[in-house]
């Protein structure tokens, strides 16, 4: 089984602080994504990559960076963690289908962490 | 751009009533089509999902089905049971390089005994 792990489910912060969420899957995928999720907005892309050291932004990547120097293992990092960072992020990865069957690359996600900056 | 628009919820039924929870899209192309789940207190996990016009996607009890004339991919099931209780989300992929999903904002569940 595919597994993806995120290194806290809960975690509090102070406004100001920076703060590192760890993604790491098992699987050898290409791909890893960052999302949040908020009541009524559903999921939001902040990040994703498709391969080692490749990083594109999503829908809402202000106030986030994001590191990929293993293939296994995607970070999201909040430089300056703010209130409205207060959220549910959930990592997911993918096989790459490209050239192939593209778009039907299924996503497994992490449990989610669920941040709260105060 | 492309969107996914499914009903609001919450959507509450009794154990063993039918359901139904409407999405449509908006795309170019042909876009594969996804429904995923999310337990309490868990992550997003596929439900089903198909590839082509008329294409029925199908797990648990759940059913549906890809219709292009109408741009719709409507889950059902027949009978449900209190363990469905969780968020859906209905989502595509447009079959860019990227791989990226465009999900919908879900629709919350709630089964009463």
């Known amino acids: 089984d595919v597994k993806v792990t995120q290194s806290s489910r809960y975690l509090v912060k102070r406004t100001g602080e920076k703060v590192f969420l760890e993604c790491v899957q098992d699987?050898?995928?290409?791909?890893m994504f960052w999302y949040r999720q908020d009541p009524g907005l559903g999921l939001r892309l902040i990040y994703f990559s498709y391969d080692v050291k490749m990083k594109e932004k999503g829908d809402i990547p202000e106030g986030y960076s994001v590191s990929r120097e293993k293939k296994e293992r995607f970070s999201l990092i909040l430089e300056s963690a703010s209130t409205n960072q207060t959220s549910m992020y959930l990592c997911a990865s993918s096989l790459s289908n490209w050239g192939e069957d593209i778009g039907t690359s299924e996503q497994f996600f992490g449990p989610g962490t669920r941040l709260t900056v105060l | 751009g492309n969107s996914v628009t499914q009903m609001e919820g919450p959507v509450t039924l009794s154990e063993e009533a039918f359901l139904t929870i409407n999405c449509t899209y908006t795309?170019?192309?042909?876009?594969?089509l996804f429904w995923y789940v999310q337990y309490p207190g868990e992550g997003l996990q596929l439900l089903l999902k198909a590839t082509k016009a008329d294409d029925k996607g199908s797990n648990k009890g759940f059913e549906a089905t890809y219709r292009k004339e109408t741009t719709s991919f409507h889950l059902e099931k027949g009978s449900v049971q209190v363990s469905d209780s969780a968020v859906y989300f209905c989502?595509?992929?447009?079959?860019?390089?990227?791989?990226?999903?465009?999900f919908g904002k879900g629709t919350r569940l709630h089964i009463l005994p």
């Open positions: 699987m050898d995928h290409e791909n």
């Open positions: 795309a170019t192309g042909y876009p594969s």
């Open positions: 989502a595509l992929s447009d079959g860019n390089r990227d791989d990226k999903i465009i």
